[in-house]
Every structure is written in structure tokens, then in C-alpha cells.
T-cell receptor
Framework: GENVEQHPSTLSVQEGDSAVIKCTYS??????FPWYKQELGKRPQLIID?????GEKKDQRIAVTLNKTAKHFSLHITETQPEDSAVYFC?????FGSGTQLTVLP | DTAVSQTPKYLVTQMGNDKSIKCEQN?????MYWYKQDSKKFLKIMFS???????INETVPNRFSPKSPDKAHLNLHINSLELGDSAVYFC??????????????FGQGTRLTVV
């Protein structure tokens, strides 16, 4: 089955700095890579996704890149704000990475 | 008008008891899932149903039995509860168009505490 690895497990940045979270997957047939944000006590919610026929996608301060050859994808958040503090999960369709606790320090 | 709703939100029960968690989605999706989120926040898929048929059954103890009476509902029954079953259980649904997968919509979660 699919295996998704995510790094780092925790990430602290100063407000206004950028944050990068990286994931790798094992199944070369995977074609859909969503990213979810989970605030404390809440449900995971999609923030951005990318399909295997695209190398990069951007939505305001959030961008995702995909390298199919390396089976590697990353989330980039620019100009971080305190409300970005949450746990972020990458996924290869329905298999989730282990999560990254992002803390944005004011 | 909640898209994916699960009940109850909290469940505290003693070891050895049997309990059920119910899930309903009004999105018209064909695929539903159960995930377990442990204290370390790992989100691990337990089961996946497509049009009422079981398509994924990860290495979950057979004390856990999902039931899908129709494609809008996926319930989870747990027998002989153990301390290690304490976790947050999320129901989710998504639509799969042939080979085109889409995002999962999650319920609000059920925090199960076994004492």
C-alpha cells in the first residue's frame, strides 16, 4: 500500500517568515496530493491540492510543488500569520502523512 | 447544513463495553471512510467503502466492524472496547470520478475515551 512520510514534525517560524513542509510518497501510481489543515480540536480541512499532471499550484500565500520523478511534494506558506498555527497534513489521496505542528510566533 | 456529521461527539465508556459511532453525509459522495487519530495526531485510515462495498480494511482488530446501510451512511461498531481504542475517530467522504480522486470532507470527530 501507499506510504507517506512528512517532515518536519514540528516547525516554529516568526510571523512574516515562510514555512516549508515536505512529503514523500511510495506509490508511483498516486495521482492526487491534498494538503489539510487541522486546528486544535477541529476537523482536518483541505487548504490546497495538486494533481500529478501539474508541477506547481498557488493560492494566495500558499503554494504546493510536486516532483513526480522523485515522488516528493512540498507545501510553502509565505508571510505567515499567527492564524496559520495548526497541524498540517500532506496526503497521497487517502493516505496521510504524520503531520507537522506549525507554530507562528508573533 | 453539515456536510458530514457524526454522532456522538464525545463518548466515555468502560473497558469491555460495545459502542457505535454513526456517520452521515449529504454530499452525494460514493466513498466514505473511517480514520483513527491517536494522541500523536496520526491520521490512520481504518476502512473505506465505495457504494456500500468495503474496499479497504487496514490492519484493524476484528472488534471493529463498519456497516454501510446505504451510500450516505457509514457506521462504526466497536466490541469489547480496550484502553488503546481511546482516540478521535473521524468519518469522511469523497467523490471518485473514475481515476480522478477528490478531497475528503471530514466529520467533526468522535472523541472516544475508554476507562
Amino acid at each position: 500500500g501507499e506510504n507517506v512520510e512528512q517532515h518536519p514534525s514540528t516547525l516554529s517560524v516568526q510571523e512574516g517568515d515562510s514555512a516549508v513542509i515536505k512529503c514523500t510518497y511510495s506509490d508511483s501510481a498516486s495521482n492526487y496530493f491534498p494538503w489539510y489543515k487541522q486546528e486544535l480540536g477541529k476537523r482536518p480541512q483541505l487548504i490546497i491540492d495538486i494533481r500529478s499532471n501539474v508541477g506547481e499550484k498557488k493560492d494566495q500565500r500558499i503554494a504546493v510543488t510536486l516532483n513526480k520523478t522523485a515522488k516528493h511534494f512540498s507545501l510553502h506558506i509565505t508571510e505567515t500569520q499567527p492564524e496559520d498555527s495548526a497541524v498540517y497534513f500532506c496526503a497521497a489521496w487517502r493516505t496521510f502523512g504524520s503531520g507537522t505542528q506549525l507554530t507562528v510566533l508573533p | 447544513d453539515t456536510a458530514v456529521s457524526q454522532t456522538p461527539k464525545y463518548l466515555v465508556t468502560q473497558m469491555g463495553n460495545d459502542k457505535s459511532i454513526k456517520c452521515e453525509q449529504n454530499l452525494g459522495h460514493d466513498t466514505m471512510y473511517w480514520y483513527k487519530q491517536d494522541s500523536k495526531k496520526f491520521l490512520k485510515i481504518m476502512f473505506s467503502y465505495n457504494n456500500k462495498e468495503l474496499i479497504i480494511n487496514e490492519t484493524v482488530p476484528n472488534r471493529f466492524s463498519p456497516k454501510s446501510p446505504d451510500k450516505a451512511h457509514l457506521n462504526l461498531h466497536i466490541n469489547s472496547l480496550e484502553l488503546g481504542d481511546s482516540a478521535v475517530y473521524f468519518c469522511a467522504s469523497s467523490q471518485v470520478w473514475g481515476a480522478r480522486n477528490t478531497e475528503a470532507f471530514f466529520g467533526q470527530g468522535t472523541r472516544l475515551t475508554v476507562v
